[in-house]
């Protein structure tokens, strides 16, 4: 099919796509209320180093040290899973109550994410009031580095430790990518739909409209009237 076969079908149904956007437009515009402005998210990011001492043997020679560094590296990946579940989430609240701060464990679980560098952990908190995710964190920080040996016992309690090696500060962060690019991706994807649904309806309603249509069905054209 030639490329101005295509155009001809899109010119015969424009008001297909033509309707799906503005019908997505529409309802966008209801339920997204883009005017109106949007809460703002505050943000706080800190480090943290995890690792376990090498044994100390007087005289003797050992590989502890690069084991040592091998078993930080893993403490790294299972301290970052403990930190988004729910039993560190209720320890943080715990200590969050005993200063008078009400919060929630699934708040902070929500609140709180994870990512990891090397050998560093990194603990991001997100919430809408800068004063408490400056406490979220604090508390974060302090069960971390002062109660990490009642989440892994067997590695922490005699001979590991969590240092707090990065605090940032409480940040406003703008609008994400995807709250940015919300309202134009569902436009290009109704006009994508409404693309498809023109070709597919050209393809299932039998309507002769050109001469090549014609000539498709084996019926030899001798004259057309061009229109006006």
């Known amino acids: 099919m030639e490329l101005r076969t295509y155009l001809r079908i899109l010119k ?3 008001w297909i796509p033509a309707g799906l956007v503005a019908l997505t437009l529409i309802f966008s515009l209801i339920t997204l209320k883009p005017w109106r402005p949007r809460p703002t998210t505050y943000v ?8 376990v001492k090498p044994q100390q043997l007087p005289d003797e020679f050992t ?6 560094a ?3 590296e893993y403490l790294i990946d299972d301290f970052g899973e403990i930190v988004k579940g729910s039993e560190f989430a209720a320890a943080v609240s715990e200590r969050l109550a005993d200063e008078g701060v009400v919060v929630a464990p699934g708040q902070i679980q929500g609140a709180t994410q994870t990512g990891k560098l090397h050998r560093i952990l990194n603990v991001t908190i997100f919430d809408g009031d800068p004063e408490r995710v400056q406490k979220i964190a604090d508390a974060v920080a302090a069960t971390m580095t002062e109660d990490a040996d009642q989440f892994m ?9 969590v240092y707090l090696v990065n605090r940032g500060n409480v940040v406003p962060m703008g609008p994400s990518l995807k709250q940015r690019l919300d309202l134009p991706l569902r436009l290009v994807l109704a006009l994508l739909a409404g693309v498809g649904l ?14 090549e249509d014609m000539e498709a069905l084996g019926i030899d054209v001798l004259s057309e009237i061009p229109r006006a």
């Open 198 to 211: 023109a070709f597919l309806l050209e393809y299932l309603v039998p309507r002769i409209q050109t001469r």
């Open 153 to 161: 016992p067997r590695l922490l309690e005699d001979q590991g430790a």
């Open 70 to 72: 091998l078993s930080s």
């Open 12 to 14: 015969r149904w424009w």
């Open 63 to 68: 590989y502890d040290g690069y084991y040592t």
């Open 44 to 51: 706080m990011g800190m480090s943290f180093s995890v690792g």
